[in-house]
């Protein structure tokens, strides 16, 4: 949805695209053992990434009724059927939504989103205005509720102006702070997006403002190369990290092992 | 008692009329795109369709002017991107098409109410977000044992519910394995449900195994015997997803000449699903199923 | 990962609390009499007992002094008469016991409350009888889009609830077949949840057949192996319920000696379960159930 | 529940025991194909009679889940695994009261109990007060949602006047007036008991009244026999009918194929 980053300038950077950047940097997010509501697309190939790696007792489940799914190719939609076969569960979505999601069991959530703003509010739903919309995005699916119940929400999304407003144009899935009022006055049971992934650098919210700011830069992004694409005056932590770019097995897992037709890599 | 067994054709012409609400249920699997095709081909008008995922068949019939309004919690191209007809009603009104729009949890909160004939369902949800503004009929509840407000949807009761199962005996007695999506639910808060099914089996098949049982005979009016009818959806156990087939949608359905003329082709130009498959003796060779098959259980005492 | 498969004298002792509310669940099939001897042996005390049919086993826990509180719906012998203990301790007070008392609907509502995590569940139900006088948490609600009034039961949320299975494997994925009762729900609503197993089996046995499974690891703190552990209830494919036994039950539980001296025997006189079966050799002739294997489904695509 | 009847006193009704014809005329109210919410006991009896004569589509439920059950044994439990075996399909207990009873599927629901009232109200809970009970009963299990639900309700019970009271103790399961009020005012969906089917005659409710007037007679039952049994002032239909003794094949069905061991016809 956010259009192509720009090639990264430097030549280390060269070494691998940006969402291979972004998948490896969200696999890292998940602990072994946790419970992650999977969406399709890079939080998948994340997911998978992460069982691979440093989490093989990750339990994905997908708001299709797959829980503990362990695809053996790479599923093309949140319904597909190599999600089924193997699986550990598979139960009606009244039973995902109501017993697994709302009743607390989802550890992670990730989302992305058309539109990303100041708080962490994430617009799935139309471009302009609801009743004459510029563009019609497909809507919230699943993601208000999981903005709502997972106990943490990672978002992923390429940087670009237009997709970081201060404010988003429709509220689908509830950041920080919603139009003014905060998660803990909203009374949302889960903590909501901690943590904003993009192609240059990472966003977490600040626990007081509940605020989107800058806490760590991809090697040889600059800060105001992320600055020119967020539609906020972004403020930048003092100590900025600086994200390992992918290692080798990372890169050799998503190329060779998760996505060899570069579906959601290329 | 009488088998229930008839026609795609009958099944429509005897239980889905001008005017109704209409369901055809499936989370990407189950979805049958071979009734949805017989409500095009038999010129149903103002519909009102429901699902959770519009999909490429509700863009095909809403393309095809079926629809007056259309409800739903997420309108795309799974996986693929948009749905170019939904896409022209909404952001051109070419045609116009009305839209009640809730969350998948909404949904299936909806289907939930309507299946166990209560008016509403309550669920913790939608606190924060602009869905209620956009649909009224999202509302709140106050909890009578510890004040807390909550969130609530109507039932949603159809006319109809036509739902996909792998096997199902001449009395409508279905089974299915795999994604379960909301189907139970749909067809239980429907008025009437037609069941589609790839395989018709002998009542000794169903009772063997009844766990297995996803809808009862007793809430269905027709059962429609129709193999590969939810292509490009798919069957587990039966066939794969077509997803070169959703790529293609982009494509097809961003431009109404060339939406209009896969229509013509595969939809109108054809009398029925049989047909439809003539048409594509590929599909066999690149979807059919591979074999696993589980063990069985014991059901002795 | 590591393995939860512990014993259930490990399980009951690291789970079941002085004070807990407790669901032992199952409806007439998979009632786990094995964890409600050890609880007795144990002698926990205080406990809240729920469940829709206290059955035999309450009635032994009522009996030996563990439970402060009856929640149920029915409290019979089914098929077969009363439960003597929990009508002495009603009628006669001796012991005292505190009951709360719903219909099946009613009890079944509060779990899937408590498993969707609600404060309350809403039913058209409860007019016309007395049963909202006699228990003031039978309340009502008003619906947001009609104006009915409704009835509603408070979610119940368990301590601890201990489902039997027929399968799992070590990390508490767990298949039941044959009835279900609440014991979905009951399990997702409580704090913890104990799996009891006829059988251990591999994952790749869960992970074949995935729409059997009730119960997601996830949920589950141990996993308890123990064959036959339902006796006098059954588990389909393992064994018969041993209607004998419930028809003994009347003049057991008539006679308060008798029924000391029926828990002395079996329940505080053995150390487990292995040895409650080594005292009834006769019970696998009499009782072990006839194969009746169903046929596998196609997981393939 | 009910104490045993007095043997009839003519020689035709000695022929068949008192629980033989109640499952026989329980048995000739069910019509081929109808659905029916089943108990342990005369009511499952009755049942399987009338699939093995007029009504071999019928449908037998169970509060325990399982739907459209071929019993090959006598159930002696409503959740005996003969019950499951063979059957159509197993669902959860939650779906038997929400997606079938509340549904309005159930078309007949067969209940007894230690009382009786005037207005077809049953109590299963206590006799005596509530709080201080003479006798505690087993409580509604499902009967209090059956006979709100059910299109209509058939109660089967033997006559006598403690079982027959003019208003029961504890109203578990609502009959045609519930303290004072109709089903109409109070909103419940189902027609409510129309007829009880006793040991020496059938009452049904005054359309009118909701009250239980005496309808038909058992040969060699008196009108005043029944009266002297029943707790209130029974009224009389004008016509009152005769109703035919079991047949032939009823008795060889109940004595040689459903209950040769007379756990229930005893």
New interface residues.
């Given amino acids: 949805m956010a259009s192509k980053a720009a090639p990264a300038a430097d030549q280390a950077a060269a070494a691998y695209s940006p969402a291979e950047m972004m998948a490896a940097v969200a696999a890292r997010e998940l602990a072994?053992?946790e419970?992650v509501f999977v969406g399709?697309g890079l939080p998948n190939l994340a997911c998978n990434l992460a069982r691979a790696l440093q989490a093989p007792?990750l339990?994905l489940i997908y708001?299709?009724?797959?829980?503990?799914a362990?695809p053996e190719r790479l599923p093309?939609?949140?319904?597909?059927?190599?999600?089924?076969?193997?699986?550990?569960?598979?139960?009606?979505?009244?039973?995902v939504?109501?017993?697994f999601?709302?009743?607390?069991?989802i550890e992670v959530g990730f989302l992305g989103g058309a539109q990303v703003d100041r708080w962490g509010?994430i617009n799935t739903?139309v471009i302009g205005s609801?009743d004459r919309?510029?563009?019609?995005?497909?809507?919230?699916?699943?993601?208000?509720?999981i903005a709502?119940?997972a106990r943490r929400v990672v978002i992923i999304s390429r940087l670009n102006a237009r997709a970081f407003p201060a404010e988003v144009d429709?509220?689908?899935?509830?950041g920080q702070r919603?139009?003014g009022?905060t998660?803990t006055e909203?009374?949302?049971?889960g903590a909501g997006p901690i943590k904003v992934i993009t192609d240059k650098g990472i966003l977490e919210n600040d626990p007081e403002s509940g605020e989107m700011v800058l806490t760590a830069l991809y090697p040889g992004v600059a800060v105001a190369e992320v600055k020119a694409n967020i539609g906020w005056p972004l403020q930048v932590r003092p100590q900025l990290g600086l994200v390992a770019p992918p290692t080798g097995e990372e890169l050799r897992q998503l190329r060779e092992v998760l996505d060899p037709k570069k579906l959601f890599l290329g | 008692m009488h088998s229930k067994v008839t026609s795609m054709r009958e099944a429509i012409a005897a239980h889905v009329h001008d005017g109704d609400t209409v369901v055809i249920e499936g989370f990407t699997h189950l979805i049958c795109f071979a009734a949805g095709h017989e409500i095009i081909r038999q010129r149903r008008r103002d519909l009102t369709i429901a699902r959770l995922t519009p999909d490429l068949i509700y863009d095909q019939m809403i393309a095809a002017g079926c629809a007056r309004k259309l409800v739903f919690s997420w309108a795309g191209n799974p996986g693929a991107g948009s749905l170019g007809a939904f896409r022209r009603a909404v952001e051109k009104e070419t045609p116009p098409l009305e839209i009640e729009e809730y969350s998948h949890f909404g949904m299936v909160a909806r289907m939930s109410a309507g299946a166990a004939r209560l008016p509403f369902w309550t669920m913790r949800n939608y606190m924060g977000t602009d869905l209620p503004k956009a649909n009224p009929l999202i509302r709140t509840v106050t909890c009578p044992y510890t004040g807390e407000v909550l969130a609530t949807v109507p039932a949603l009761n159809p006319d109809v519910t036509i739902i996909h199962a792998q096997r199902a005996d001449q009395f409508g007695n279905a089974q299915v394995w795999g994604l379960l999506g909301v189907q139970k639910e749909a067809a239980f808060a429907s008025k009437r449900v037609i069941v589609v099914v790839e395989e018709l089996v002998d009542q000794s098949v169903i009772r063997a195994d009844p766990n297995r049982t996803l809808i009862p005979g007793m809430i269905v009016a027709a059962v429609v015997v129709e193999p590969w009818g939810c292509h490009p959806s798919y069957a587990q156990g039966y066939y794969d997803r077509d997803n070169d087939f959703y790529v293609a949608w982009e494509d097809i359905s961003r431009n109404p000449a060339r939406l209009e003329a896969y229509l013509q082709e595969f939809v109108y130009g054809v009398t029925d699903r049989a047909a439809y498959l003539r048409k594509q003796p590929e599909l066999r060779d690149r979807l059919a199923a591979k074999d696993l098959i589980c063990a069985g259980v014991n059901y002795g005492f």
């Avoid at chain 1, 708001?63 to 503990?68: I, L, P, R």
């Avoid at chain 1, 909203?186 to 049971?189: A, N, R, S």
């Fill in positions: 072994n053992g419970v399709i007792d339990v708001e299709s009724g797959a829980v503990g362990v093309v939609s949140i319904g597909d059927p190599s999600l089924v076969t193997g699986s550990l569960m598979v139960c009606s979505m009244a039973d939504f109501q017993l999601l709302q009743n607390g069991k509010n739903t609801y919309p510029k563009v019609r995005l497909p809507g919230s699916g699943g993601a208000a509720e709502i119940h429709f509220l689908t899935s509830p919603c139009r009022r998660r909203l009374g949302m049971p």
